[in-house]
């Protein structure tokens, strides 16, 4: 490796870092993480914390996990690569699929389309869905619906469907066809709503208008996050994705589950459908499915979208997508081993004990600190603060305030990420009752000091 001052003074002079502007990365040198073990990194200086991000909500099972580094290793030695496109296969792709069947079979989810990552897989569920409609003969069905402050990725399909103009204004215009409807946050919504119930309930009535005026013979599907995550950790009323499948059905529009962050247990379940008792059509996943050590993501597809492809004679449902990843060999050794992995450790009971335990201390720092509008979370391990220049009018903070935070909190022993005024926290699932002290003690130092 090269010397520290080689690594610091060169960060930014040859490489962008995603989600920032290059000038702010070249003002303002990153933490440079040199290595982890369990649920703690290490930067260049030496610094240990605890990682309240969970690499980017996926390093679950955390940074020692060996099985998964294992599998990798000697999936390496005996296949590295081979393609699954029309004539391959390869042995642990197989078996992985019929593993996943069985994990997504109380979802109804029955077949894996195999990708390398969450937004891959988001822009293959979008595909299908259309396609899906051409091969039923409803060519017609080609629009999207999703919600305002869902994140689903940076592809263009990804984009097109996300709410949140960050990740749009640059790079538009976008795909035509896309619409979205407010989404069910307590916190700020249009109709001035803080019951959840009744929010959901508004949310869902919009969510018919806008089908009664695109009209319902035109639109393919329905994506949204089972908890809305990186928009800023937003759980919906109980009532609320049920009542999406409801109108869904009732209008023939497939609904896709992005569930990138919430499938594997993160929200206490196992999976975010499951959790609110829904069956989509597709689910999207990725990170969690290799613990984050293997770009590797997998779409799953329900019984009945599958017997429609499968039945097909026309030629219609001839899959013209995929990625030279799809399938890929080692990707799919470490899915074996982590999905393994992620069963022997049952994490959910943990991501739920432990998330309780995040969101009350989170919201006992809320009764301290006035900086903070807004706690979200309480199921499993996604839990976000909103932070405000002052409660009554709900008006954002100093730019700077979440960043001083985040600063305080990693010297004070825990890494937490910023996302515009939210501070989310998203660790790994087999932190212990000590770690979330460590964070909650790190956030406390954070807010004090501002
Ligand atoms: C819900 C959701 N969908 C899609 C994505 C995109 O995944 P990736 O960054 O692996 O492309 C993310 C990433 O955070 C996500 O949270």
């Not at 059509?281 to 990725?286: H, K, N, V």
Request: proline share 5%; aromatic share 8%; glycine share 10%.
């Amino acid at each position: 490796m090269k010397d520290e001052n080689f690594l610091k003074a060169n960060n930014a002079r040859s490489l962008w870092h995603p989600m920032t502007a290059p000038a702010d990365s070249l003002k303002n040198a990153p933490t440079i993480v040199t290595g982890a073990q369990g649920v703690r990194i290490t930067d260049l200086d030496g610094h240990e914390v605890v990682d309240g991000v969970g690499g980017l909500w996926n390093v679950n099972l955390g940074y020692s996990c060996q099985p998964v580094k294992e599998a990798i290793t000697a999936q390496l030695d005996r296949l590295p690569y081979y393609s699954i496109f029309r004539g391959t296969s390869n042995d642990c792709v197989i078996e992985l699929a019929e593993e996943l069947r069985t994990f997504f079979e109380p979802d109804g989810l029955t077949r894996a389309f195999f990708t390398s990552g969450g937004s891959d897989s988001v822009e293959t569920a979008l595909r299908l869905a259309r396609q899906f409609h051409k091969i039923k003969g409803e060519a017609g069905r080609v629009k999207y619906l999703s919600l305002k402050k869902g994140y689903h990725g940076t592809h263009f399909g990804g984009a097109s469907v996300n709410g949140n103009a960050n990740f749009r204004t640059a790079y538009e215009p976008l795909l035509p066809g896309c619409h979205h409807i407010p989404a069910p946050y307590t916190y700020r919504n249009p109709f001035n709503e803080t019951d959840p119930a009744r929010l959901a309930q508004l949310c869902l009535a919009a969510l018919e208008d806008e089908i009664a005026f695109q009209g319902a013979g035109t639109i393919a599907a329905f994506i949204m996050e089972p908890v809305l995550g990186a928009g800023g950790v937003i759980p919906p009323h109980e009532s609320f994705m049920p009542g999406v499948e409801a109108v869904c059905r009732k209008h023939g529009i497939l609904l896709i589950a992005d569930e990138v962050i919430t499938a594997f247990g993160r929200t206490g379940a196992w999976t975010g459908s499951r959790l609110w008792g829904v069956k989509p059509d597709f689910a999207c996943t990725a990170k969690a499915i290799t613990n984050g050590y293997f770009p590797f993501g997998a779409v799953m597809i329900a019984e009945g979208v599958a017997q429609v492809f499968e039945s097909d004679a026309s030629g219609k449902a001839a899959i013209g997508h995929g990625y030279t990843y799809s399938g890929h060999p080692v990707g799919a050794a470490a899915a074996l081993a982590c999905l393994a992995e992620t069963k022997r450790l049952n994490v959910v009971e943990n991501a739920a004990a432990r998330g309780t335990q995040l969101y009350s201390g989170v919201k006992a720092l809320m009764a301290k600190h006035d900086v903070i509008g807004d706690v979200r979370g309480g199921h499993g391990l996604m839990t976000a603060i909103e932070l405000v220049a002052d409660r009554d009018s709900k008006a954002a903070p100093d730019k700077t305030i979440p960043a001083r935070v985040q600063e305080v909190a990693y010297r004070s022993g825990a890494m937490v990420r910023v996302s515009g005024p939210n501070i989310i926290l998203s660790p790994p699932l087999v932190l212990t009752a000590a770690d979330v002290d460590v964070i909650l003690a790190a956030l406390d130092a954070g807010f004090a000091a501002l």
